[in-house]
């Protein structure tokens, strides 16, 4: 049996990064796979980046409003 050594504390640490390093890191992670799709079907188009980036911008207002929102309602609770 291969035993394989976890650093649990590496990924405790990843999850606390910042939210605009997630959101950056997702999008060239989504823009690198849809380079790789297109060239491997042949099909690549720029509108599918436009998508792609919209979508990320998307997710990110979402999060920020939701932190925003999260905070708010908190701090009504607390009082």
């Avoid at 599918?48 to 905070?71: G, P, T």
Wanted: aromatic share 12%; glycine share 2%.
């Amino acid at each position: 049996m291969s035993s394989i050594h976890f650093n649990k504390q590496v990924f405790i640490n990843s999850l606390k990064t910042k939210h605009m390093t997630t959101y950056l890191s997702t999008t060239i992670a989504l823009m690198v796979i849809l380079t790789l799709h297109g060239m491997l079907q042949g099909n690549l188009k720029p509108e599918f980046f436009l998508y792609a980036f919209i979508l990320s911008l998307a997710f990110a207002l979402w999060n920020l409003v939701d932190h925003r929102c999260r905070k708010f309602q908190k701090s009504q609770h607390v009082d």
